[in-house]
């Protein structure tokens, strides 16, 4: 996105945020990349964005409408991005044929809980 780094007060505000507007939509996501990293390993979130993942099956014409509206992102065929925050958040459209996808795992990070790929080193070698 803007190649901007931001540091660890503005990555958690724009997590929480994010974390609200995912609320508000009946659908399932992942950090992924380098947000999921970071969690996983167990260290502060910073950077130059936040990526996650959503399962593209559960992408209707609905769920493209809530995230132009709540974020609002720009829709493009194999991923959304918009700024939450001031953030740049790329949510990336993926399907469920890597089991580390189908069937994620939970981590702790901030007082909120975060699913990450399972199986995250095999993830990360693949990505």
């Known amino acids: 996105m803007n190649g901007q780094v931001f540091n660890t007060d503005q990555m958690n505000t724009a997590l929480r945020a994010l974390e609200d507007v995912m609320e508000r939509m009946p659908i399932h996501y992942l950090l992924l990349d380098e947000t999921a990293r970071l969690i996983h390993d167990e260290r502060e979130l910073k950077g130059s964005e936040i990526t996650i993942g959503i399962y593209k099956l559960d992408v209707t014409d609905g769920i493209k409408t809530a995230f132009e509206q709540y974020a ?20 990336k459209l993926i399907n469920k044929d890597k089991e580390y996808f189908e069937f994620p795992d939970s981590k702790v990070y901030n007082g909120g809980f975060y699913k990450i790929p399972n199986q995250f080193e095999r993830y990360w070698s693949e990505r």
């Open 72 to 91: 609002k992102a720009k829709i493009g065929e194999n991923e959304f991005t918009c700024a939450i925050e001031g953030v740049p958040v790329k949510v």
